[in-house]
């Protein structure tokens, strides 16, 4: 058995629908042993970690009664042993050869953080959460992000830029913020694959979570310290300035423009003055 040249943390929350799609993809194309890889369970009451342990794969599972992402990642990070690594919500695809090259670029550097690009699967989806994603996949100020893709690595001099993780719901956008725009590299490969939400409540449900997440870093009585190398104000700034060009650059790409604009401005409506629960997900881009 070859050793591992970098770990793979997967937390999973009843992801029985999407789990197995996540390993086969990430396996495939990957020697056995070539990766170390940790599915934390976190307070399934589904069929996830029986479907992870029998899908031919080699991978560790953990079970945790507790619904927590940021408790699967303490949880499984503690099983982890090899550097670098990358941590893979259950619902992206990413295909074993962007695992590799996202590895081997935190192992050569000079990058500390990387993501591979993002490819959004709006098949099924609603004529507005269409145009959103059109939009969202043409402004530079997001896509150059390590947030946003539901997958991301560090290497062992990155991952040292912070603790434990805290109880926070946007890990990637904390990880983030600890890294300046030179630290951070989308790495040429097969981009992971973001299945869009089908309906526009449901696209409403992800902003409002991360609108959420945004506003909790290192909020007033968050207990969270917000990074030194945050990048939040300038990104937003980036953002309109982004959405702006869109705009401006022809007719097809100004709706989009505006469908964009109008669901990010829901989002933060519905997250100011509404009800939130404690983890607002889509379940829409989970039916198989």
Request: glycine share 10%; net charge positive; hydrophobic share 40%.
């Amino acid at each position: 058995m070859p050793t591992p040249v970098g770990s793979v943390l997967i937390p999973a929350h009843n992801e029985a629908a999407v789990i197995v799609r996540c390993l086969d993809a990430l396996f495939d194309g990957v020697e056995p042993g070539r990766l170390e890889v940790v599915v934390a369970c976190n307070g399934c009451t589904d069929d996830t970690a029986r479907l992870a342990r029998s899908a031919g794969h080699t991978v560790s599972v953990v079970e945790l009664p507790q619904a927590s992402k940021a408790g699967a990642l303490r949880a499984g990070e503690q099983m982890l042993t090899v550097f670098p690594r990358l941590y893979l919500d259950a619902d992206i695809v990413l295909r074993g050869p962007s695992a590799l090259a996202l590895v081997a670029r935190l192992r050569t550097g000079p990058a500390l953080a990387v993501r591979p690009p993002i490819a959004y699967d709006t098949e099924g989806a609603s004529a507005a959460v269409r145009k959103y994603y059109a939009a969202r996949e043409r402004l530079p100020a997001v896509m150059g992000s390590l947030w946003g893709a539901g997958v991301y690595g560090l290497s062992e001099v990155g991952r040292s830029r912070f603790g434990p993780y805290p109880d926070v719901v946007a890990d990637d956008l904390y990880v983030d913020g600890h890294f300046s725009e030179a630290e951070i590299e989308v790495v040429a490969c097969q981009a992971a694959v973001v299945t869009a939400p089908r309906h526009t409540a449901d696209l409403v449900r992800i902003l409002r979570r991360n609108y959420r997440g945004k506003a909790e870093i290192g909020g007033r009585g968050s207990g969270v310290a917000p990074p030194t190398t945050t990048r939040g104000p300038t990104t937003t700034r980036g953002t309109v300035r982004d959405v702006f060009d869109l705009a401006r650059s022809g007719p097809g790409p100004a709706v989009d423009a505006l469908a964009y604009s109008a669901l990010a401005v829901g989002g933060r409506l519905v997250t100011r003055f509404g009800r939130n629960g404690p983890w607002e997900r889509d379940e829409s881009s989970r039916i198989a």
